[in-house]
């Protein structure tokens, strides 16, 4: 991308790359008649973000909801407007942005683009896959690349699972549910993408087990299932995010550093006797 490039010019080789400067900073020198003249924290009624053209300014405003104990989502939502305004700005004045637009099976097209501008601008391909190289991947991990981008820790993991060559799932869930999923490519050879939205998630995943001493670390590093919790014939190694303030679980499954018992996995009934896979 030749936003990276730009900033990498300027900064070098310097994380987090800060969104709202560089869009400040760029749109003025390739629209100085339509810039972005500011970008604004405040408390937004129903939406995380917003790109808005001001007629009196002759100027766009970006705005972002207040994330003082998560910074990282701040930047992501900023990097997001500034895909709609690099790939969008002449198709409407006004973008309200909200997390249930632009995650899950049913999200925008818009919403998809913006989202991926963000995480291609904030996240490089080839420095993320530096960061992770050779590693025993855990949340921690994840954690400390998502610090480094200063972006959230879902948005780090949806990065790596779009470029990763090993076989791994996330899972969002809200009140133990299935909502939405990714599949990395590796995991969609062999058969682990047919998740259906709304199956129950199964009763010994760590995402619904009750919260105990051991279950921060367990969390973190995964716990091992064996064939039958997951996928009849596939173990998983499972890592779960819990979001209080979105009431959301996020289980990321590996399925390629734990023993596969067949070449294709064959599904777990989930729901009351209705198949979890086509």
């Known amino acids: 991308m030749k936003l990276v490039q730009l900033w990498r010019h300027i900064h070098g080789s310097t994380y987090p790359i800060r969104a709202g400067d560089l869009a400040v900073e760029w749109s003025r020198q390739v629209s100085p008649d339509r810039p972005i003249g500011e970008v604004l924290a405040q408390d937004l009624p129903g939406f995380e973000g917003g790109l808005f053209w001001l007629p009196t300014k002759k100027e766009w405003v970006i705005l972002h909801a207040v994330h003082e104990d998560a910074p990282g989502r701040a930047n992501f939502t900023i990097g997001h407007e500034f895909g709609h305004y690099v790939l969008h700005r002449s198709l409407e004045d006004a973008f309200r942005c909200s997390q249930s637009a632009t995650l899950g099976l049913e999200a925008k097209k818009i919403e998809r683009e913006a989202d991926l501008f963000a995480s291609y601008l904030l996240m490089p391909n080839d420095d993320f896959r530096e960061q992770v190289k050779d590693k025993h991947i855990t949340l921690d991990v994840l954690a400390h690349c998502a610090s480094r981008y200063g972006v959230s820790l879902t948005a780090a993991i949806l990065k790596w699972i779009d470029f990763t060559e090993r076989s791994a799932i ?101 729901l009351n006797g209705l198949p979890a896979f086509k």
């Not at 990395?184 to 058969?191: I, M």
């Not at 973190?220 to 039958?228: L, N, V």
């Not at 919790?229 to 390629?256: G, N």
Request: charged share 30%.
């Open 170 to 270: 996330v899972v969002f869930a809200r009140e133990g549910i299935l909502h939405w999923w990714r599949a990395s490519s590796s995991a969609k050879r062999y058969g682990f993408d047919q998740l259906r939205e709304g199956m129950e998630l199964p009763a010994r995943s760590l995402a619904v087990q009750p919260r105990t001493s051991s279950y921060h670390s367990d969390s973190r590093d995964g716990t091992e299932h064996p064939a039958g919790v997951w996928f009849r014939d596939a173990h998983a190694r499972e890592m779960v995010i819990i979001s209080d303030r979105y009431d959301m679980s996020i289980s990321l499954l590996m399925i390629d550093d734990v023993v596969r018992e067949s070449e294709v996995a064959a599904p777990l009934d989930l």
